[in-house]
């Protein structure tokens, strides 16, 4: 395929391989977990519809990621370990945490219907995503025994509280106050024993030590085609409700290679999150890519060479984020990816790599799946897709310009190789192998000239097709302007109104007619200039 004098910008993207025989481990964090109690009326402080969900999500990324060994989750979170020497995508974070994060959130939103039956998901989740990355086995002990405490802290603490409100009749906030007062486990256990009559060593065990899935692998035997028998390694995954800080899960239920203990000081754990901050006043651009595309499409018989209804769904979603995330200014998609663009001098979550990723990217992924029967109608959704998302940072207006467009010249060349390959198939009956030979070596005037003998003009086809799909953010206007600088805030932006184009951006002329769109480049002085 030919390509664009754009190529360049690839220079910018980076590799982030992850350090080899690490245990890697994805955590996974639904940002509003705390309003779906509300939302949705669900049972405090725990609904065991939520927690099943969760799980079901989880076990359902596990299922997809062989390579996935070990997941441990309560309340929101999920934390998805992957064996220690995977060469998954050749380690890189993002790609590996995007993908579980996209999956996990798309998944959420496919199985809802069978933990609420009847009840409608109002609004696709997202979810926030790190990376941990543990030197040895007993860090790995330490890690998983820190997030089981953290669960158990958290439960208590609701436990008390809504048994306060509903058996003894407080009012929250007058509940959370006693919580506040009682300062160690024994004065929890106490209160709910004397004034609720409740004793929490009875309390379920899932939501007191929260949800495993261990991956265990088993011998089979399996018949070849040929007829023999043979053994084969299988693997599944079974769903536990253990203590961490027991060693036996260690040494017989999920069995680690290196001697471990118990240890009660965990805060060194810390360091070993991927904290990548993206640098300041630099274009920050978050590209999604869906995963195995081709396959999605042939499962679901997308139209060729461009089906409207996968197109409309690329960009309900990318709306969705754009109306989520003010500071995106401008997003352009085509085929199965989405690029975002975040403004140079944003704070957006704390400009912090996988923050920005992994919530972009889930948001897409849940949102794609909860239009899919409204735009999909009667093709009904096989399997959740993932996407995966890379930032990449570009220093200055021109290098940015150019990364656009050369994704708009890419869908270009796509597009018109596409285009007529589908011509000569569909309505010039080549086999694939005969149109994949009648345009080897073709350029663009050549094209133009086979669409010519069916009687196409290249550039009456939809400019939908031809341009992708521009959305940005329209002027603000001065009062509103106003405003924003005098409250120090961008909460303006987000109300603003998007406009969508399927137009030309590699020009000057987009640019020009729409100058807010890259602003103005501010001069930094002093440290309080970066703003940081
Ligand atoms: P990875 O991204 O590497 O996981 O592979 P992929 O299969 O997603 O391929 P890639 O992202 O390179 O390309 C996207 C693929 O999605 C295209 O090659 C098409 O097969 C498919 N695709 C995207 N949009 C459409 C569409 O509108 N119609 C059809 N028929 N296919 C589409
Ligand atoms: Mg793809």
Redesign the pocket.
Known sequence: MAKSRFEYVKAFETEDRLDPKHWIVVALRHRRYDELADTYDLEKPNDKRLVQLFEASARSVMGEFKELVLGYGFGGEFSLAFAKNTTLYRRRAPKLLTNLCSLMASSFVQLWPHHFEGLSLLDPPSFEGAVHLFPDDQSLRDYMTQRQLACHHRNLNNTVLWSLVRECGLAVDEAQGVVRGATSEGDKNEILFSRCNKNYNKEEDVFKKGSIIVRTSTQASVRTPAGSVTQRNQSCLTNLCFDFVKDQFWSEIFVLDQPTKVNAKTNYLKDFEKKAKLLPHSWIVIRI?????????EKHS??????IR??ELMNRAAKRVMEEFPDIVLSYGQ???YTFVIDRYSRMLDRCASRNMSSIVSLFGSTYVHNWTEVFDDTPLQYSPAFDARAVLYPNNSCLRDYLSWRQADCHINNMYNTCFWVLVQEGSRSRQEAEGELRGTFSRDKRDILKEFNREYDKEDALYRKGTIMYRDELQNEESEATQASGTESCRGSRNISVEHIDMIGDAFWEQRPWILGKERTVRTLEDIDY
């Open positions: 890519d869906g995963k195995g595309f081709h396959k999605f499409s997308f139209a060729k060479p461009n089906d996968s197109i085929s199965d990816e």
